[in-house]
């Protein structure tokens, strides 16, 4: 659906076609490594992406919400006079999240008419719920001209929104990639301290594919609450011999000098992922430094491993989707990215593969699982930005 066709369906759904919304965009975003380090205070390695979330948006001149998705049957009107309550299980929440944070600040807030579209795929673990309060925090932003409000200021309440008024315990990756993003750069981040660095990444002659299982992600929510759990576990263990709150800060040798305190064993395998997969970040940024890609697909392919073994959280539709991509020539790394359970694989494959590769896999994958994949190609993308009026 282009920009002509959203403003006509806006102008279906509110009427006053002589006043024209607003129209915003903030990308999606693919983790190329460092999983489930965000919330450990670890390094993580996300890039934007050309996915996204389209809003239009217009001020009203009542205290209503009207909200609307080309991608969701349900559409709402909420009286926003007395607050922003959370609605049982409607998507509507990532926005009200947002206006919530907003008048937090004391930031005066009107109704508006809202129309939100997107096309990356949902429950696939490309940061569809980051992409949308990314881009109502941005739109907020423009059309109010809160000035005050720097994109690193968006995203944090946008975290915080995810963490308070959703409910969701995630780490700071997600806001972060979709915010901060720049073609052609995959972003460095350390998640404890937010310092990070632009890092290129050009793929002369690779694409990035990603391939999404089309597995519904039910696990996902109350297994990623439980690997924070566990990870709190392996703090309190180690704390006493290594001064750490967060196994992000504690190092790839250090850890396994001193692995044995954590007793449980399922405890230590967990520890065991954050700090290697922590390690493996570091080494693929080198890698990219050196323009080896060879080497950051080897670090790709170790990371779905821990993943698998360490963290247990790939599940067979992950799995098969890594094993098979793994088998084809001009595949050079191949990983789950994401929460997991479901969701997503990205791999760095050959040009001249793709179009193998998305046969072959996607054949494989069926015969093993009967079920069918879906194929993308990724293109590292700007973040948040205003579609300006003129062009429609």
């Known amino acids: 659906m282009n920009i002509h066709e959203l403003q006509r369906l806006f102008f279906d759904l509110y009427g006053n076609p002589e006043q024209k919304p607003g129209v915003y965009f903030a990308p999606g975003r693919v983790n190329l490594i460092g999983e489930h380090t965000d919330y450990n205070g670890g390094f993580v390695l996300p890039c934007a992406l050309q996915y996204g979330t389209y809003l239009l948006i217009r001020k009203r001149t009542d205290s209503l919400l009207k909200l609307a998705s080309t991608n969701f049957k349900d559409k709402a009107e909420y009286d926003s006079s007395n607050g922003y309550v959370k609605q049982q299980g409607r998507w509507i929440n990532y926005p009200l999240g947002i206006f919530d944070q907003f008048a937090g600040r004391n930031i005066s807030l009107p109704g508006f008419d809202m129309l939100y579209s997107g096309d990356i795929p949902n429950s696939a673990g490309l940061s569809s719920s980051a992409s949308i309060e990314m881009v109502t925090a941005f739109a907020l932003a423009s059309v109010l001209n809160v000035t005050s409000l720097e994109?690193?200021?968006?995203?944090?309440?946008?975290?915080?929104?995810?963490?308070?008024?959703?409910?969701?315990?995630?780490?700071?990756?997600?806001?972060?990639?979709?915010?901060?993003?720049?073609?052609?750069?995959?972003?460095?981040?350390?998640?404890?301290?937010?310092?990070?660095?632009r890092i290129p990444f050009i793929l002369n002659g690779y694409k990035l594919i990603i391939a999404n299982t089309n597995k519904q992600r039910g696990l996902a929510d109350s297994k990623y609450n439980?690997?924070?759990?566990?990870?709190?576990?392996?703090?309190?263990?180690?704390?006493?011999?290594?001064?750490?709150?967060?196994?992000?800060?504690?190092?790839f040798m250090q850890f396994f000098k001193?692995?044995?305190?954590?007793?449980?064993?399922?405890?230590?395998r967990r520890a065991r992922h954050v700090i290697s997969e922590n390690q493996r970040v570091l080494n693929a940024v080198a890698a990219l430094y050196?323009?080896?890609?060879?080497?950051f697909?080897?670090?790709?392919?170790?990371?779905?491993?821990?993943?698998?073994?360490?963290?247990?959280?790939?599940?067979?539709?992950?799995?098969?989707?890594?094993?098979?991509?793994?088998?084809?020539?001009?595949?050079i790394g191949s990983r789950m990215t994401g929460a997991g359970f479901g969701g997503c694989t990205v791999s760095i494959v050959k040009d001249d593969t793709v179009d193998k590769f998305i046969s072959e896999v996607g054949a494989n994958y069926k015969r093993r699982t009967g079920m069918t994949a879906s194929f993308y190609v990724g293109v590292v993308s700007d973040g948040p930005k205003e579609i300006f009026s003129e062009i429609i």
Request: proline fraction near 2%; charge should be negative; glycine fraction near 8%.
């Open 151 to 197: 994109m690193i200021d968006l995203v944090n309440l946008s975290k915080r929104s995810e963490n308070e008024f959703i409910g969701v315990n995630c780490g700071i990756m997600d806001m972060f990639a979709v915010g901060m993003g720049s073609a052609d750069h995959a972003i460095f981040l350390n998640c404890l301290t937010l310092e990070f660095k």
């Open 297 to 331: 697909g080897a670090l790709m392919n170790a990371s779905h491993e821990s993943l698998r073994d360490n963290y247990e959280v790939t599940g067979i539709e992950l799995d098969t989707l890594v094993e098979e991509a793994q088998k084809i020539n001009g595949v």
């Open 290 to 295: 050196k323009n080896d890609i060879l080497q």
């Open 226 to 251: 439980e690997r924070v759990q566990e990870c709190k576990a392996a703090v309190e263990a180690i704390a006493p011999h290594i001064p750490a709150k967060h196994l992000g800060e504690i190092g």
């Open 258 to 268: 001193i692995q044995d305190v954590i007793q449980d064993e399922m405890i230590r």
